[in-house]
Structures are given as C-alpha cells and as structure tokens.
C-alpha cells in the first residue's frame, strides 16, 4: 500500500528586497520590536520605557551596495530623550548566519553593540564619545568608551525627535562606496561608508537607563539608486 505525505511548506522571499514593514514572512523581530497588525507597515522598534533594545531583521543577506532605502521615522516622547535607532547591513558569517546575532548590545550602543556589519545611526543622546546630542554616524559597532566607535559623523540639524504627531522621512542612497543621507528631503551627510556585498538589513534601536523614547518606523521602501 502507497502511504502519501501531505507537507504544508511556507516559501518565503529569499532573492526579494523587503517592501514596507508589513508582518508578511521574511521580517525577523526580537528584544523589544514588534510588527503592528492594526498598523500595516509600520514597526515599533522601542516602546517609551527604559533599557529597552530591540530590532527588525530581514531574514535574507542580500547586495544594498546600489539600493536606496526610504522610510518614516517616529521618534517622541520620553524624558530627556534616549538613545536613538540605526540602519545595519550585518554581513553573514561562515555558517550563512548573521555575523554577531540578530540583536547587539543596547544603550548607548543602539542594539548595535556585537553586529558585524556596518551602520548608519540617528542618535538623539550625547553619551561618551558622541560628538553631540542629535547627530548621524557612520559606525560598524565596535566599542569605543563604553559607546559606538564613530567613522564619520554630521549634526542631523533637523530635530530627530519631535511630537507624537511627527514622521522624519529618512532616506540612505548607497552607491559606489558612498552614503548619502537625507532627512525630510534635505541631505544632512555624505561620506564613503563600506556596505558589505550581502548582508541581512536590519532596524535596531534602544532607550537609555534613565533617558527613554517611542521609537516607530514605517512606510518602507527600497529602490535601485539612480
């Protein structure tokens, strides 16, 4: 007698880039994140409450060298602000593994703290070696003082963290070895930033032990650069 085994198997998006934050299969949340079923494409990274580290992975190590990533960023609330969020390109390691885990050391590190990969942080707090409060880094999350050992660095001038109501409109352009970075459409830093060939994109952020946010992203969008 034949005996047949019915097998249900989730294919997921393995070659594709991620469109939006929906809680479709390929997002990897852990520590504090959370995908928002009410809320399609949007992402709480941290919720307003201290010491909290939290990040969003896609699943799949792919090229972002030439990719244009655009998203909205809702950073609010809190007291006396604390910490900041980032954008990491974890690169895979010898097992296809993202290098370090899927979520760093928190505080003034970002969630960042362990990854191997390179970032690009939104830092609303001054802490040991920051150059100031409200700031954009170009790092690889290497300890330096306690903190994130900074390759390049730029004032944001645009205020990073605003009202409940308010959305950043963020936007990193890779190509050919140099990072643009825009904020509500004005470009705030350039600089030559090494994106690793394939790497897991990931969201990361944290809040401090005594200066905490709400940190929310949305509107997700991954484009070829011009």
């Known amino acids: 007698m034949n005996e047949w085994l ?13 469109q939006g934050f929906g809680s479709s299969t390929g997002w990897i949340a852990s520590g504090s994140s959370y995908l928002i079923d009410d809320l399609p494409d949007t992402v709480t990274i941290n919720g ?11 699943g799949f190590p792919l090229d972002y060298r030439s990719r ?12 006396a602000g604390g910490e900041g969020v980032a954008v990491a390109f974890v690169r895979p ?10 979520l760093g050391a928190g505080g003034n590190r970002l969630g960042l703290g362990g990854l191997k990969g390179t970032a690009i942080a939104f830092d ?9 409060s409200n700031f954009i880094g170009f790092t690889d ?11 390049d660095t730029a004032e944001a001038v645009t205020p990073l963290l605003g009202s409940s109501s308010t959305l950043r409109t963020i936007k990193i ?11 509500d459409g004005v470009v705030r830093m350039t600089g030559t930033f090494a994106v690793p060939t394939s790497a897991f994109l990931t969201f990361t952020g944290s809040t401090g032990p ?4 709400f940190h929310q992203l949305s509107g997700l969008k991954i484009t070829k650069t011009p």
Do not use: H
């Not at 352009?173 to 904020?183: D, K």
């Open 48 to 58: 307003p409450q201290e010491s909290q580290t939290g990040s969003l992975m896609w």
């Open 68 to 79: 244009t990533i655009e998203f909205k960023a809702r950073l609010t609330g809190g007291n």
């Open 141 to 151: 999350g290497t300890a330096d003082n306690g903190g994130l050992l900074w390759y």
């Open 93 to 102: 390691d010898s097992t296809g593994q993202p290098a370090g885990g899927r």
């Open 173 to 183: 352009a890779n190509r050919g070895g140099t990072t643009t970075v825009s904020i």
């Open 210 to 213: 005594v200066g905490y946010e």
């Open 6 to 18: 019915l097998e249900r198997r989730c294919v997921l998006p393995a070659g594709e880039y991620p």
């Open 124 to 132: 609303t707090k001054r802490d040991a070696p920051d150059p100031s």
